[in-house]
């Protein structure tokens, strides 16, 4: 009688059996995590000029009116289609190029004068090797980025980028892992430094992504969002703190903004302020409020970005910002409690 070939010993038969807890499984991902986050850190430790001299020729490149374009095989094609899509996303202009298809027209995609960044671990793949002297013909410079810097990837670029890892974290060493994350890590700090050395900024980042919530979030102003300055307590420096606590009750906001006769900002009280005054003094009501306003309070003009006042009241742990206009006349003031109705919190 032919016996039956013994069961395959898996994980997962481990697991259903009850041999292997949830808690392994856990404990597995944390190894490999683990491990990816320890081949992240040799990767930040052996970052050297070359670096500086990729971020220097992308530059370049943009300034120049070319494009970055991105070519790979494998796991480090899908790499560098994020890596383009996060360029593009950042104002630089950036294509994804198939080196199979490049062997069979798609070729002409690559201009004279544009920069490459070639995606391998091994720097040895067939496909590229094949689309290497025709790239080296048309590209202005080729930046490597790969796990073998002696690769012949490597030994014909014009900048090599060391992606090599210790250790994978498949158990096997087989399948690409912290290769791979070393590679998208270090797409990404490409893309964010040369974000930086452009002046790229966040009305930038606004204008390609109108769509959306992130649109909506990244092109509204604080006009937009702002309590308009007939709907906010003014009150001027003679007045008494029972009169600007009745002015805030009448906004139904929790602060007052001292103004001067042309409505120039000269600072605010806040029912904070009232609560801690009357501690220590229970006549604080006859008191007046230019007496006890905080001077030169935190405020934004009214054609900055709203994502702004987010950032604001989190860093100086306010309720309350106050809008300027054109001669730092009060205009408006935002509450910390409006936010969420336009998404910002």
Known sequence: MTSLPAPRTTLTSLWLSGI?????????ARDVLGIEIAQLQHLSGQLDHGFELAVEALNDTLFAEKKIVVIGVGKSESIGHKFVATLNSTGATAVSLSCQNALHGDL???????????????????????LLPHVKKRAAKIIAVTGKTSSTL?????????????????PLQLAPTSSSTNMLGLCDALAMVLLEKRGFRAEDFA???????????????VRDIMR????????????????????????????????????????????GDFVRGYQENRKIGDALVGE??????????????????????????????????ENDRVVGLVDVQDLSQY???
């Open 20 to 28: 292997v807890s949830s808690v392994d499984l856990i404990a597995k």
């Open 108 to 130: 002409g995609l690559l201009s004279n004068g544009d920069l490459v960044v070639a995606l391998s671990h091994s720097g040895e793949t067939a496909e590229m090797m094949a």
């Open 154 to 170: 490597a030994k014909h670029s014009d900048i090599v980028l060391d992606t090599c890892v210790r250790e994978e974290a498949c």
């Open 207 to 221: 204008e390609l992504h109108p769509g959306g919530s992130l649109g909506k979030y990244l092109l509204t102003r």
């Open 228 to 271: 308009p300055g007939h709907e906010i307590a003014k009150v001027i420096p003679g007045n008494t703190i029972q009169d600007t606590i009745l002015a805030m009750h009448r906004a139904r906001t929790g602060a007052a903004v001292i103004v001067d006769s042309n409505e120039v900002l000269l600072g605010i009280f806040t029912h």
């Open 292 to 325: 006890n306003m905080t001077k030169n309070p935190v405020s934004v003009r009214e054609n900055d970005l709203a994502v702004e006042v987010v950032k604001i009241l989190r860093e100086n742990r306010i309720d309350d910002l106050i809008v300027l206009g």
């Open 343 to 345: 998404g910002l919190t």
